[in-house]
């Protein structure tokens, strides 16, 4: 059975070896909601190397209080807020999508471009909702982890995500996209 | 229930987390409400659209290979502040390796027991090392780079000096060579 994320983190103190396993278990995550918050640029690589150096000088402090996905993902929300006041006066720059394998190539198409254009409408967001967006659609973190990683409580981020769905919305329309209202 | 009630239960009801009570009451009230089902399928519309996105995500958007540091150009007051940096972190060496106890005293907190680094320490620190070599070898080389372009600005701006100088002289010259003409001109008239 492998070792728990607690385990590692104890571990690592002693141990340089175990921190690697850990880096090597949360890198992809990490990276992924660090491209969805700040945009897929060159830092995200710099940035992930910043969660991760924060947590290796943490170590000695850590205490496995609660879920060890919170805490990191507390880390990496202030990691992309000191990244994102640093380039306040840029935009979040887009992400291109991956192309999309299908039979049909119309669809294909249609259902990239679908992708860019929710990509293009969260980049577009305030920080604080498209934080509370990619936190509950991007990483596997339930809605008490999430108040747990933001510091605040679960009404408000449920309140918050409400807000940040229906901007979201009015971002794709604006942009000509009308999502497809699924059945329910 | 009316609309304002159905406000704290949109996001549990989205995601599949409002108890069947509460559910079913809220679809009670959107069969009646059309702005309510509005809502409800925009919901639901921008959730899908998350989702799509989501599944199309890859593990890692970046590309795949080991992390590292890299070496980027500093501004002057970036070298700066990286020197002071060194230079504390030399003065601070330096303090902790004088023989002279007052000063160690000050440098040192009291330790509670001698400790052996261990290997792991050890390796550290001498990735710290390597690092601080790097960094100082980088910082070497934009201080040679700046020095050597501050030096050519420095030429081309005494060559820019002396040119404008020799024009001035040339066209003081003319100008006095004029004054002469004219004031020749003058005279000959006056005769």
Redesign the interface.
């Known amino acids: 059975m492998p070792p728990t994320d607690h385990e590692l983190m104890h571990r690592c103190r ?3 070896s175990s921190f690697d396993h850990l880096v090597e278990r949360w ?3 990490v ?2 909601a660090i ?2 918050l700040l945009g ?1 640029t060159a830092d ?3 940035l ?2 910043e969660v991760f150096l924060r947590i290796y000088g943490a170590r000695h402090r850590y205490q496995p209080r609660a879920a060890f996905s919170t805490w990191l993902y507390r880390i990496v929300l202030n990691v992309s807020r000191d990244a994102h006041r640093r380039r306040w006066r840029q935009r979040v720059p887009l ?1 291109d ?2 192309w ?1 394998e299908t039979e049909d190539p119309h669809a294909a198409a249609q ?1 990239s471009e ?2 860019s254009g ?2 293009r409408a ?1 980049a577009r967001l305030r920080p604080r909702h498209r934080e509370v ?1 990619v936190l509950r ?2 990483t596997d973190l339930t ?1 008490s982890e999430i108040a747990e990683a933001l510091d605040q409580p679960e ?1 408000t981020v ?2 918050r ?2 807000v940040a ?2 901007k ?2 009015h971002e ?1 329309s604006r942009q000509g ?6 059945e ?1 | 229930m009316n609309c304002s009630d159905t ?2 239960l ?3 009801w ?1 995601y599949g ?1 409002l108890p069947a009570e509460e559910r079913a009451a809220l679809e009670a009230h959107r069969a009646e409400c059309s702005r309510c089902r509005a809502a ?15 599944a ?7 590309r795949p290979g080991p ?4 070496p980027r150009r500093r501004t002057a007051a970036g070298i700066a502040a990286v020197l002071l940096a060194l230079g504390g972190w030399s003065l601070a060496a330096w303090l902790w390796q004088r023989p002279d106890d007052a000063l160690r005293k000050v440098a040192r907190p009291q330790a509670t027991a001698p400790r052996e680094p ?1 290997a ?1 320490a050890l ?2 620190l001498t990735e710290r090392l390597q690092s601080l070599e790097e960094m100082n070898q980088l910082l070497a080389g934009e201080i040679e780079r700046l020095d050597e372009s501050q030096a050519r600005r420095d030429t081309d701006w005494h060559r820019a000096l002396a040119g404008q100088s020799s024009d001035l002289s040339k066209r003081l010259d003319r100008i006095d060579r004029n004054l002469q003409a004219l004031f020749q001109a003058e005279l000959e008239t006056t005769q």
């Open positions: 002693e141990d340089a890198q992809p995550p990276q992924r491209a969805r897929p995200v690589d710099d992930s190397q992400v999508e991956p999309v259902l679908l992708r929710v990509s969260l967006i659609h991007f809605f009404s449920k309140s995500l409400r769905l229906e979201l919305h794709l996209f009308a999502p497809q209202e699924l329910e | 406000d704290p949109w996001i549990d989205l987390e409800g399928r925009r919901l639901l519309a921008t959730r899908g659209a998350l989702d799509e996105l989501a199309s995500t890859p593990r890692s958007l970046v992390t590292r540091v890299r261990s792991a390796a550290d």
